[in-house]
């Protein structure tokens, strides 16, 4: 059994970017914990919402709460303000005692999920910014005392991204979600503050909000669209660990160069869900 935190900005960044692969790490009995940083209360266009942002924070908890309920996951959330996270002493303690506090004690999670560095969105940005601040620090006993030291750093690995600034993502490992994708577009359809309302908003559809059968209608879409990019992205690519057979859809990760850095052994065990005998 593995300890898997996977770290979004958002309440429902998680589900949409590796929702398939934390579907088949929970059917292997592995504890996945999602972990948003900001509370989402920025997101939509309803005025009552600006006049009363809890009513959508509160609303966003929920929808994530349900989401991770499907496949029973954890879901926390660290409570910065959607738009307003920054890098300071106050959230990167924040993130080591969360980072800290999840899996065995003195051990915690076997493998960090997260989004790069480069992305379009500042929350997103400082989200993996405060993950790769934290990595070192999780085995310093003088810093944040308050809660017990790891005795190891994790593995951490990011999420697959078509940017190509600074550099283009590099396909390490690959994962066949063909079974799971499902199960990643109902967690995602769960969020319908967001994809019946505000995304569709912020794209200029109309009229609003989509009902249930558009908003999963036009997710699925998305969703097909970005796990066959991802599957493309490893093709022109040498990963380390990739499925065997044919396959449609997956989800692609990068390893990351300031956590412990995996055996292919390790990979095989923690993403061997279709390799070839």
């Given at each position: 059994m593995r300890h898997i935190l996977c770290i979004g900005a958002h309440p429902d960044d998680v589900e949409g970017s590796i929702g398939g692969t934390v579907t088949l790490m929970r059917k292997r009995g592995d504890v996945v914990r999602f972990l948003s940083v900001t509370d989402g209360g920025k997101g939509h266009y309803r005025q009552?919402?600006?006049?009363?942002?809890?009513?959508?924070?509160?609303?966003?908890?929920?929808e994530a709460q349900r989401a991770a309920s499907m496949i029973g996951a954890e879901f926390v959330c660290l409570g910065a303000p959607?738009?307003?996270?920054?890098?300071?002493?106050?959230?990167?303690?924040?993130?080591?005692?969360?980072?800290?506090?999840?899996?065995?004690?003195?051990?915690?999670?076997?493998?960090?999920?997260?989004?790069?560095?480069?992305?379009?969105?500042?929350?997103?940005?400082?989200?993996?910014?405060?993950?790769?601040?934290?990595?070192?620090?999780?085995?310093?006993?003088?810093?944040?005392p308050d809660v017990p030291p790891l005795r190891r750093m994790p593995v951490v690995m990011y999420?697959?991204?078509?940017?190509?600034?600074?550099?283009?993502?590099?396909?390490?490992?690959?994962?066949?979600?063909d079974g799971v994708i499902q199960t990643k577009i109902d967690m995602l359809c769960a969020h319908e503050s967001q994809f019946a309302e505000w995304i569709p908003y912020a794209m200029g559809m109309s009229p609003l909000p989509l009902t249930y059968e558009q908003m999963r209608e036009w997710v699925?879409?998305?969703?097909?669209?970005?796990?066959?990019?991802?599957?493309?992205?490893?093709?022109?690519?040498?990963?380390?660990?990739?499925?065997?057979?044919?396959?449609e859809f997956a989800e692609a990760f990068q390893i990351s160069e300031y956590g412990t850095r995996p055996t292919d052994e390790w990979l095989r065990e923690t993403f061997g869900f279709h390799l070839a005998q």
């Open positions: 009552e919402y600006a006049e009363n942002p809890r009513l959508l924070v509160e609303r966003r908890m929920a959607d738009g307003g996270v920054y890098v300071n002493h106050e959230t990167t303690s924040s993130m080591i005692r969360a980072i800290r506090s999840f899996g065995e004690p003195g051990k915690g999670p076997d493998l960090i999920l997260v989004n790069r560095l480069n992305d379009y969105h500042r929350d997103h940005r400082v989200t993996a910014q405060l993950v790769l601040d934290s990595v070192y620090l999780l085995t310093v006993p003088t810093i944040c999420w697959y991204d078509d940017f190509m600034e600074p550099v283009p993502f590099r396909a390490d490992v690959v994962v066949n979600i699925t879409e998305w969703m097909y669209r970005d796990a066959r990019n991802a599957r493309l992205a490893a093709e022109h690519g040498h990963p380390r660990i990739a499925p065997g057979g044919d396959y």
